[in-house]
């Protein structure tokens, strides 16, 4: 089945970097866009970007623009986010997904409007000084 391991989270200064990584298993992993969402304390669960199979297209949520890249090695199964110039806001526990997701409230969604439920347990990034 499905497996993916998130890594790479911590606390760091506002103006900091970090890079989250996901390893996965379970499914052919070029034959898939990945995504990543984060869950802010408190909050629901919000997309934060997308890669395609090729890592040719990526999708960023507007906040993030110009400061994370997302990025992907298929020979590795493994799905990158480099965040940087973080700020208090991007504070979350950082999930990955297979296949594109939108998010709403708690849940993320797959097309055709499927619940998506193969998450890992996450990576906690807390911005604060």
């Known amino acids: 089945q499905v497996q993916v391991v998130e890594s790479g989270g911590g606390l760091v200064q506002p103006g900091g970097s970090l890079r989250l990584s996901c390893v996965a298993s379970?499914?052919?992993?070029?034959?898939?866009?990945m995504s990543w969402v984060r869950q802010p304390p408190g909050k629901g669960l919000e997309w934060v970007s997308d890669?395609?199979?090729?890592?040719?297209?990526?999708y960023y949520k507007d906040s993030v623009k110009g400061r994370f890249t997302i990025s992907r090695d298929n020979a590795k199964n493994t799905v990158y986010l480099q965040m940087n110039s973080l700020k208090p806001e991007d504070t979350a526990v950082y999930y990955c997904?297979?296949?594109?997701?939108?998010?709403?409230?708690?849940?993320?969604?797959?097309?055709?409007?499927?619940?998506?439920?193969?998450w890992g347990q996450g990576t906690r990034v807390t911005v604060s000084s």
């Open positions: 997904g297979k296949e594109q997701l939108r998010c709403n409230g708690d849940a993320c969604y797959l097309a055709g409007g499927y619940v998506y439920r193969d």
């Open positions: 379970g499914f052919t992993f070029s034959n898939f866009t």
């Open positions: 890669i395609n199979r090729s890592g040719g297209t990526t």
